[in-house]
């Protein structure tokens, strides 16, 4: 199950969500300044399971006395759901999901209903085929005597929308009855006779609602993790850990161990091999998701007592609490969601600001541990570092803002217009900062709209292709693309990578144009092999020449989305009816150059005339890519980015084998 769509009314700073989709059901990170309400959204999707959340304090301050504080979201199933769906006879194709609601009306309490999503279920269909299978095994009944005590009941058996279910529910009971008392018939006949009535009995008792209550609702948890309220402790009486009730985060480290409190009252060698043994496991879980940290985790029984300790890498053992407070956090951190694995549930967990007190490559390291825990837990979280931004994956990130008027809002694009407080340019910065810590490989591009484009061809890839090339070689862990400030900054980055790492990191840069990599190899005219390592995307393609990265789609399917791009954010900008009716003669100086000599899109702060969105454009069209259904491009045009991806892919691993 994971949460796709999320509406919030009149609840704390947000006046009115509505349907906001999270397009990545994995993993979502709400980003923006303080004061923007990141934190309204996680406690208001707490509030969908904890009534605590649900207070009259917590309405709108703008709402009406009359009004109702409503928190709603759209739950869709996934392949985790299928067995549970098979015992309840159904299937994805026959329902998609479903839909809970809160309700608080002032001076009231609070009120929770379930409904179905997108449901083919037909229940009279459903009980005319069972008790059709009911009929037909009474018409095989036969006794020695040719009678068949069964036959009257047939047209009982006959189902209509009016009909009560109650009536048929006595007469299959009358039924079951009759055919148990029965001793000459068949006993593998009479099993199956019993079977169908049964299942017969449990259609005519379904009710979809219990069921996605009962079996699916029930079994879902959200939990908005705070650590803080995970106390850290030092020590506890052996007797005190028998359960969990007391010491919840030492109880929950010695599950973690695999160990229980009884293993501890041994004496001698064999509480030795224990405490070692639990020592060495519970570290080496750590280490696995702290690699940049020589933790060790000490299990110590002293007496009556079992202590806790961290060994530092020079030998010594400290308590857990005078560890730093990062340190700290990501223990009570891990604790918590690796004991919530081992439960028989399915988690969406809400962190606000996960990581803050941690260094940067340790953020990076929970980033990636984000990574795996999402294949089966939900992830949405805030934050404001940096490092937290998941910026390989941008159909994650949404940008948070409390609007004066309308309180708090979440941006569907990542930036506001095309002036410099843009929340998406003024973290450009980030895209390379991170990038240098990360991965090993590095592909330099001219600027964020490349960034944009590649990016999101990549995932769409990566969800419908298979093979090495899409799994392995482009792992977002190991291989990044970074944007850089156009063209003339390749050979800085460039070389700086190289630098920096002493030649051991693989980077390539991929300018747009054929004139742009003979620029870029001039700026690095006898610096070898870096003069190498420049190939353009131009290049990279043999049926087109062409002038930036938009050019490699089909001009009328690229125009269509720029079109449709203004219309729905610059509705004020407009376009000639014409616009996406080009002839190939217009394109000789490129398809960018070609809208800008069409449209006029204003000045800008300074009185400069302002050219096309290229990011807000390419991030359009990045939606689509990131999207399950079906794309609106050519054949031609996924099969020049295939190829571009294919032949980078290529270079990485020749000039790898080089390096």
């Known amino acids: ?61 703008k709402a009406n006395k009359s009004d109702e504080i409503e928190i709603s979201a759209e739950i869709s199933f996934d392949e985790r759901d299928l067995p549970k769906l098979k015992e309840r006879s159904l299937d994805l194709s026959t329902i998609a999901g479903y839909k809970v ?23 009279e269909k459903g009980v005319t085929t069972i008790l059709s299978k009911v009929v037909s095994q009474i018409k095989k009944l ?87 309220a995970y106390t850290v402790e030092n020590y506890s009486p052996l007797e005190e850990l028998q359960d969990g009730s007391k010491h919840e985060f030492l109880y929950d480290l010695l599950k973690l161990a695999n160990k229980e409190a009884n293993d501890f009252k041994q004496t001698g060698s064999s509480l030795d091999n224990t405490a070692a043994d639990g020592s060495k496991y519970l570290s080496d879980q750590l280490k696995k998701i702290w690699k940049n940290h020589q933790v060790s985790l000490n299990l110590c029984p002293q007496g009556s007592n079992l202590y806790f300790l961290f060994g530092t890498p020079q030998g010594r053992s400290m ?16 604790t918590k969601l690796a004991t919530a694995e081992k439960l028989n549930k399915q988690f969406v967990w809400l962190m606000d600001e996960p990581g803050q007190s941690l260094h940067a490559t340790s953020q990076i390291n929970l980033k990636n541990y984000f990574e795996s825990l999402s294949d089966n837990h939900q992830i949405i979280y805030t934050t404001h570092q940096p490092m937290m931004v998941p910026w390989q994956k941008l159909e994650r990130i949404f940008v948070v803002e409390n609007d004066v008027l309308r309180g708090t809002l979440i941006h569907q694009r990542f930036w506001k217009d095309e002036e410099t407080e843009s929340p998406l340019r003024e973290a450009l910065g980030l895209f390379v900062g991170e990038e240098l810590l990360t991965g090993k490989e590095h592909i330099i591009v001219e600027g964020p709209s490349d960034y944009v484009y590649l990016q999101g061809w990549l995932s769409f890839f990566q969800r ?22 156009g063209k003339d900054t390749i050979p800085l980055y460039l070389l700086y990578l190289t630098k920096k790492t002493k030649g051991k990191i693989n980077s390539i840069a991929i300018p747009d144009s054929k004139a742009a990599e003979d620029e870029v190899k001039k700026r690095l005219d006898g610096i070898d092999p870096l003069n190498k390592r420049v190939v353009s995307v131009s290049s990279l393609l043999s049926d087109i020449k062409i002038k930036d990265i938009e050019d490699l789609f089909e001009a009328k399917e690229f125009l269509t989305e720029v079109k449709e791009f203004y219309s729905k954010n610059y509705p004020e900008i407009s376009f000639p009816t014409d616009f996406t009716e080009v002839k190939k003669s217009s394109l000789a100086n490129g398809v960018i150059n070609y809208v800008e000599s069409k449209i006029n899109f204003g000045v800008n702060l300074d009185g400069e005339p ?25 054949k031609e045009t996924v099969k020049r980015f295939e190829t571009v991806l294919k032949e980078v892919s290529k270079l990485l691993m020749t000039e790898s084998s080089k390096t």
């Open 1 to 61: 199950m994971r949460l796709e769509k999320i509406s919030i009314k009149n609840f704390k700073s947000i006046d009115n969500l509505d349907n906001f989709e999270l397009i990545d059901k994995n993993i979502t990170a709400f980003i923006g300044g303080n004061g923007c309400g990141k934190t309204n959204l996680l406690h208001a999707i707490n509030s969908l399971k904890k009534d605590d959340e649900l207070v009259d304090t917590n309405l709108h301050e």
């Open 464 to 485: 419908n292709r298979s093979g090495k090339l899409w799994r392995e070689e482009y792992n977002l862990l190991e291989r990044s693309f970074v944007p850089v400030q």
């Open 142 to 228: 036969k006794l020695s005597d040719g009678s068949n005590p069964a036959e009257n009941f047939i047209e009982r058996l006959v189902f209509k929308p009016e009909n009560n279910s109650q009536e048929i529910l006595r007469t299959l009971d009358e039924l079951t009855s009759i055919i148990n008392g029965l001793g000459e018939v068949d006993e593998e006949y009479k099993k199956a006779f019993l079977e169908t009535i049964l299942r017969a009995k449990e259609t005519l008792n379904f009710n979809l609602i219990k069921i996605l209550e009962a079996d699916f609702w029930n079994n879902l948890d959200i939990i908005l993790l705070d650590p803080k």
């Open 101 to 123: 609601k809160v309700n608080k009306k002032i001076g009231s309490g609070s009120t929770r209903a379930i409904e179905p999503l997108m449901c083919s279920f037909d229940f």
């Open 610 to 634: 302002r050219g096309l969105d290229k990011v807000g454009s390419a991030l359009n069209f990045y939606k689509k890519l990131s999207s399950d259904k079906k794309l609106p491009y050519s």
């Open 319 to 334: 308590e857990l609490t005078n560890q730093s407070d990062g340190e700290q956090w990501f223990l009570r951190f891990y």
